[in-house]
């Protein structure tokens, strides 16, 4: 429960972060991704920083929502764990 409280916490920081990022940054800048665009896309500091930000969460909730095995469940009773 703890651990839970705790990273809540810590996601609520990177998003003040964020947010903060957003309200100072608010020039237009021209980002670029050579990878998958061929010309730069013209756009606000903050809404490329969140962009990133965004993609980075999502691939990082799906990278962890494929683990098995957690320690959640391991020992309850209903599993019928012998002693």
């Keep these: 429960m703890a651990s839970i409280i705790f990273r809540t916490f810590g996601f609520l920081l990177i998003l003040f972060v964020v947010v903060y990022i957003g309200t100072e940054n608010t020039q237009t800048i021209d980002f670029r991704f050579s990878l998958l665009l061929d010309k730069p896309v ?7 920083y969140f962009a990133v930000f965004a993609v980075g969460v999502i691939g ?3 990278l962890n929502a494929g683990r ?3 320690s959640a469940g391991k020992d ?3 599993r019928g764990k012998k002693k």
Excluded at 42 to 48: K, V, W
């Design 60 to 62: 990082g909730t799906l």
């Design 42 to 48: 013209r756009t606000s500091a903050a809404l490329a």
């Design 76 to 78: 309850s009773p209903a």
């Design 68 to 70: 098995s095995g957690g």
